[in-house]
């Protein structure tokens, strides 16, 4: 069985350190053959908005890309931040899907390790 890191960010998009911190981490982590979920909640679901990541800096544009074909890696938009942001499904890159705190807390409690970004 394969072992599970999640990683939370909350940061916003002008948070580029931040943000190329969490891209890192998620390739180091796939490479070393780790399942990695990250989950985006307050100002982090921004980062899934389609194109959001490419505005922030081109680097971390192309590697969120690389990231979200990785099948070792998925990302999750926290449903309740992404509404109060008036972010919907359909506004989020492919394959970023909705999460509530119920299913965060499932697959957290199954990780290996839970890092706050």
Sequence with gaps: MT???VLLFGW???EVGRTSSLL???ET??????EVRVFLYSEGVVLARKGTAEKIDPDIGER???LLKNERVKFYACSEAAHK???EAEDLAPPVSMM????FLDIATEAKTVITV
Excluded: N, T, V
């Excluded at 982590?29 to 780790?34: E, H, V």
């Excluded at 509530?100 to 299913?103: L, V």
């Design 24 to 26: 890192h981490l998620a």
């Design 29 to 34: 982590a796939s490479s070393i053959d780790l």
């Design 3 to 5: 072992e599970r890191i």
């Design 64 to 66: 969120f890309k690389r």
């Design 100 to 103: 509530g705190y119920a299913a």
């Design 85 to 87: 942001r008036a972010i």
């Design 12 to 14: 916003g998009p002008e």
